[in-house]
């Protein structure tokens, strides 16, 4: 059974920082090329970062300079570090996990950026 499991999200003011977590289980983690998507009221899902198999990274536009993804095969687990953090960025965090056919989601975690 595949799971991916976010934690990190919460309330943060804008100019903040917040670290998101995904932890895999039930797939061969290191073929999974794993991604970061966001989805706010109203709007699609949007590609926010993914990190391929090899450990090349791609970000959206509105996230360059700000956001980092990393990943360690060791632990089975995604890393997405936000920072200089903007009310635009509000909303649920999923994280992703894709390798030819094989696509997972996760249930999603919720970030605000508020003052």
């Known amino acids: 059974q595949v799971q991916l499991v976010e934690s990190g999200g919460g309330l943060v003011q804008p100019g903040g920082s917040l670290g998101l977590s995904c932890a895999a289980s039930?797939?061969?983690?290191?073929?999974?090329?794993m991604g970061w998507y966001r989805q706010a009221p109203g709007n699609q899902r949007e590609l926010v970062a993914v990190i391929t198999a090899g450990g090349s990274t791609k970000y959206a536009d509105s996230v360059k300079g700000r956001f980092t993804i990393s990943r360690d095969n060791a632990k089975n687990t995604v890393y997405l570090q936000m920072n200089s953090l903007k009310p635009g960025d509000t909303a649920v965090y999923y994280c992703?996990?894709?390798?030819?056919?094989?696509?997972?989601w996760g249930q999603g975690t919720q970030v605000t950026v508020s003052s």
């Open positions: 992703n996990a894709d390798w030819y056919k094989n696509n997972y």
């Open positions: 039930g797939i061969i983690f290191r073929l999974y090329a």
